[in-house]
Protein backbone atom coordinates (compact mmCIF):
# COMPACT_ATOMS: atom_id res chain seq x y z
CA UNK A 1 0.00 0.00 0.00
CA UNK A 2 1.12 3.44 -0.87
CA UNK A 3 2.36 5.54 2.30
CA UNK A 4 0.97 9.01 2.52
CA UNK A 5 2.91 12.02 1.95
CA UNK A 6 2.42 12.76 5.58
CA UNK A 7 3.64 9.71 6.37
CA UNK A 8 6.70 9.97 3.90
CA UNK A 9 7.50 13.14 4.77
CA UNK A 10 7.61 11.52 8.73
CA UNK A 11 9.75 8.51 7.78
CA UNK A 12 12.68 10.85 6.14
CA UNK A 13 12.96 13.07 9.07
CA UNK A 14 13.72 10.03 11.39
CA UNK A 15 15.73 8.47 8.35
CA UNK A 16 17.37 12.11 7.86
CA UNK A 17 18.47 12.14 11.60
CA UNK A 18 20.00 8.40 11.23
CA UNK A 19 21.36 8.97 7.65
CA UNK A 20 21.76 12.25 5.74
CA UNK A 21 23.00 12.66 2.43
CA UNK A 22 25.35 11.01 0.55
CA UNK A 23 28.92 11.50 2.45
CA UNK A 24 32.18 10.03 2.70
CA UNK A 25 34.62 10.17 5.70
CA UNK A 26 37.98 11.36 3.47
CA UNK A 27 41.46 9.50 4.61
CA UNK A 28 39.78 6.64 6.42
CA UNK A 29 40.56 3.18 6.07
CA UNK A 30 38.60 1.66 3.29
CA UNK A 31 37.05 -2.07 2.07
CA UNK A 32 36.63 -2.54 -2.04
CA UNK A 33 33.99 -4.41 -3.46
CA UNK A 34 34.40 -8.39 -2.43
CA UNK A 35 35.27 -10.40 -5.43
CA UNK A 36 32.58 -13.38 -5.14
CA UNK A 37 33.23 -16.90 -6.64
CA UNK A 38 30.55 -19.50 -7.50
CA UNK A 39 30.79 -22.18 -4.73
CA UNK A 40 31.76 -19.12 -1.88
CA UNK A 41 29.57 -20.28 1.06
CA UNK A 42 28.78 -19.00 4.49
CA UNK A 43 27.58 -20.53 7.45
CA UNK A 44 25.94 -18.41 10.29
CA UNK A 45 24.68 -19.10 13.73
CA UNK A 46 21.75 -17.88 14.57
CA UNK A 47 19.74 -16.88 17.49
CA UNK A 48 15.78 -15.84 16.77
CA UNK A 49 12.94 -15.03 18.68
CA UNK A 50 10.77 -11.88 20.03
CA UNK A 51 9.57 -13.64 23.04
CA UNK A 52 10.65 -16.04 26.01
CA UNK A 53 11.56 -18.93 23.79
CA UNK A 54 14.35 -18.07 21.33
CA UNK A 55 15.58 -21.01 18.72
CA UNK A 56 18.92 -21.40 17.51
CA UNK A 57 19.59 -22.44 13.83
CA UNK A 58 22.22 -22.12 11.51
CA UNK A 59 21.64 -19.98 8.09
CA UNK A 60 24.01 -21.02 5.13
CA UNK A 61 24.38 -18.62 2.04
CA UNK A 62 26.09 -19.45 -0.77
CA UNK A 63 26.98 -18.08 -4.50
CA UNK A 64 25.43 -20.90 -6.81
CA UNK A 65 25.52 -18.98 -10.29
CA UNK A 66 27.24 -15.79 -11.83
CA UNK A 67 26.03 -15.00 -15.28
CA UNK A 68 25.01 -12.45 -17.80
CA UNK A 69 25.86 -10.07 -15.01
CA UNK A 70 23.38 -11.33 -12.01
CA UNK A 71 24.70 -13.48 -8.98
CA UNK A 72 23.03 -15.63 -7.42
CA UNK A 73 22.80 -16.56 -3.49
CA UNK A 74 21.32 -19.24 -2.16
CA UNK A 75 19.97 -18.60 1.32
CA UNK A 76 18.73 -21.65 3.41
CA UNK A 77 17.26 -20.57 7.24
CA UNK A 78 14.50 -20.38 8.96
CA UNK A 79 11.61 -17.25 8.88
CA UNK A 80 10.48 -14.93 11.74
CA UNK A 81 8.20 -18.15 13.00
CA UNK A 82 10.35 -20.68 12.76
CA UNK A 83 9.47 -21.91 9.50
CA UNK A 84 12.12 -23.58 7.12
CA UNK A 85 12.83 -21.52 4.02
CA UNK A 86 15.52 -21.46 0.87
CA UNK A 87 15.03 -18.50 -1.35
CA UNK A 88 17.16 -17.22 -4.49
CA UNK A 89 18.75 -13.91 -3.69
CA UNK A 90 19.57 -11.95 -7.00
CA UNK A 91 22.34 -9.24 -7.04
CA UNK A 92 23.77 -7.07 -9.97
CA UNK A 93 26.92 -6.43 -8.09
CA UNK A 94 28.67 -6.02 -4.14
CA UNK A 95 26.10 -4.75 -2.21
CA UNK A 96 23.62 -4.31 -5.26
CA UNK A 97 20.30 -6.06 -4.54
CA UNK A 98 17.65 -6.75 -7.77
CA UNK A 99 15.93 -9.41 -5.39
CA UNK A 100 15.78 -10.40 -2.21
CA UNK A 101 14.31 -10.07 1.66
CA UNK A 102 16.91 -6.90 3.00
CA UNK A 103 14.63 -6.76 6.48
CA UNK A 104 12.77 -9.86 7.39
CA UNK A 105 10.89 -12.46 5.97
CA UNK A 106 8.72 -10.15 2.96
CA UNK A 107 11.01 -10.55 -0.57
CA UNK A 108 10.71 -7.68 -3.08
CA UNK A 109 12.27 -7.17 -6.35
CA UNK A 110 13.68 -3.40 -6.91
CA UNK A 111 12.63 -2.00 -10.04
CA UNK A 112 16.48 0.00 -9.77
CA UNK A 113 18.68 -2.34 -8.13
CA UNK A 114 19.18 -1.05 -4.36
CA UNK A 115 22.71 -0.14 -3.10
CA UNK A 116 22.74 -1.70 0.33
CA UNK A 117 26.39 -0.17 0.79
CA UNK A 118 28.38 1.92 -1.27
CA UNK A 119 31.80 0.23 -2.04
CA UNK A 120 34.88 0.69 -1.73
CA UNK A 121 32.97 1.28 1.63
CA UNK A 122 34.95 3.48 4.72
CA UNK A 123 33.63 4.86 8.11
CA UNK A 124 31.71 8.10 7.81
CA UNK A 125 29.24 7.28 4.60
CA UNK A 126 25.59 7.96 4.19
CA UNK A 127 22.64 8.04 2.39
CA UNK A 128 18.70 7.61 2.62
CA UNK A 129 16.16 7.19 -0.53
CA UNK A 130 12.80 5.67 -1.67
CA UNK A 131 13.21 3.01 -3.54
CA UNK A 132 10.56 1.67 -5.86
CA UNK A 133 9.66 -2.67 -5.38
CA UNK A 134 7.43 -5.38 -6.05
CA UNK A 135 6.19 -7.81 -3.84
CA UNK A 136 6.93 -11.50 -4.96
CA UNK A 137 4.95 -13.10 -5.38
CA UNK A 138 2.02 -10.93 -5.33
CA UNK A 139 3.10 -8.25 -7.46
CA UNK A 140 2.00 -5.59 -5.67
CA UNK A 141 3.84 -2.37 -6.45
CA UNK A 142 5.04 0.16 -3.46
CA UNK A 143 8.31 1.60 -1.77
CA UNK A 144 10.49 1.54 0.93
CA UNK A 145 12.45 3.84 2.38
CA UNK A 146 16.18 2.87 3.18
CA UNK A 147 18.70 4.29 4.64
CA UNK A 148 22.42 3.62 5.90
CA UNK A 149 25.42 4.58 8.00
CA UNK A 150 28.76 3.28 8.06
CA UNK A 151 30.83 3.65 11.39
CA UNK A 152 33.86 2.61 12.67
CA UNK A 153 36.19 -0.04 11.97
CA UNK A 154 37.11 -2.91 15.09
CA UNK A 155 38.07 -6.46 15.56
CA UNK A 156 35.16 -8.69 15.62
CA UNK A 157 35.38 -12.29 16.87
CA UNK A 158 32.77 -14.96 16.33
CA UNK A 159 32.71 -18.90 15.81
CA UNK A 160 35.13 -19.03 12.56
CA UNK A 161 37.90 -16.26 13.84
CA UNK A 162 38.51 -12.74 14.18
CA UNK A 163 38.04 -10.61 12.17
CA UNK A 164 38.58 -6.85 10.80
CA UNK A 165 35.27 -5.25 9.83
CA UNK A 166 33.49 -2.06 10.15
CA UNK A 167 30.04 -1.27 11.27
CA UNK A 168 26.98 -0.32 9.00
CA UNK A 169 23.81 0.51 10.69
CA UNK A 170 20.87 0.55 8.77
CA UNK A 171 17.16 1.93 9.17
CA UNK A 172 14.22 0.42 6.88
CA UNK A 173 10.82 0.89 6.62
CA UNK A 174 8.75 -1.23 5.11
CA UNK A 175 5.67 -0.48 2.23
CA UNK A 176 3.25 -2.52 4.44
CA UNK A 177 0.54 0.05 6.40
CA UNK A 178 -2.57 -0.47 6.98
CA UNK A 179 -5.53 1.44 8.65
CA UNK A 180 -4.74 -0.25 11.84
CA UNK A 181 -1.07 -0.13 11.60
CA UNK A 182 1.99 1.83 10.75
CA UNK A 183 4.69 0.23 8.46
CA UNK A 184 7.31 -2.05 9.86
CA UNK A 185 10.48 0.00 10.92
CA UNK A 186 13.90 -2.53 10.33
CA UNK A 187 16.98 -1.65 12.56
CA UNK A 188 20.03 -3.54 11.16
CA UNK A 189 23.43 -3.29 12.19
CA UNK A 190 26.51 -5.88 10.59
CA UNK A 191 29.74 -5.74 10.36
CA UNK A 192 31.27 -6.19 7.12
CA UNK A 193 35.17 -7.95 6.63
CA UNK A 194 36.70 -7.86 3.74
CA UNK A 195 38.74 -11.01 5.12
CA UNK A 196 35.11 -12.55 5.09
CA UNK A 197 33.70 -10.86 1.70
CA UNK A 198 30.54 -10.69 3.99
CA UNK A 199 29.23 -9.61 7.04
CA UNK A 200 30.69 -11.84 9.99
CA UNK A 201 28.33 -10.80 12.45
CA UNK A 202 24.42 -9.04 12.90
CA UNK A 203 21.59 -8.02 14.67
CA UNK A 204 17.96 -7.54 12.71
CA UNK A 205 15.49 -5.75 14.64
CA UNK A 206 11.98 -5.05 13.02
CA UNK A 207 8.73 -3.67 14.77
CA UNK A 208 5.51 -1.44 14.30
CA UNK A 209 3.21 0.97 15.31
CA UNK A 210 -0.20 -0.65 16.12
CA UNK A 211 -2.89 2.29 15.95
CA UNK A 212 -5.35 2.58 18.76
CA UNK A 213 -5.73 4.59 22.15
CA UNK A 214 -2.37 3.01 23.72
CA UNK A 215 -0.37 3.45 20.34
CA UNK A 216 1.40 0.25 20.82
CA UNK A 217 4.88 -0.88 19.43
CA UNK A 218 4.89 -4.88 18.18
CA UNK A 219 8.01 -6.35 17.49
CA UNK A 220 7.82 -8.70 15.06
CA UNK A 221 11.71 -9.62 14.70
CA UNK A 222 14.73 -9.75 16.44
CA UNK A 223 17.80 -12.51 14.81
CA UNK A 224 21.87 -12.27 15.78
CA UNK A 225 23.98 -13.73 13.66
CA UNK A 226 27.55 -14.68 13.97
CA UNK A 227 29.57 -16.06 11.07
CA UNK A 228 30.42 -19.79 12.09
CA UNK A 229 32.42 -20.82 9.21
CA UNK A 230 33.29 -19.24 5.24
CA UNK A 231 34.40 -21.70 2.38
CA UNK A 232 35.60 -19.90 -0.64
CA UNK A 233 34.43 -20.88 -3.91
CA UNK A 234 36.84 -21.85 -7.14
Not at 106 to 118: D, G, K, M, N
Amino acid sequence: MKLSAISKLSILVVASAASGSVATAANAQSAPAPKWNVGDKWVYNVKSGVGISPINYQETREVVSMSGGVTKLKITGKTADGQDFTRIDEYAGPGTMKFGAPCADEAYRFSTPLQRVSFPVSPGQHNSKWVDVVNEPGGGKGQVNYSFRTRSWDKQTVPAGSFDAIRVDVNMFLDDSTPFRGPTNCNLTYWYSPAARATVREHRLAQYVQFGDFQARTPVLNKYYELASFTPGK
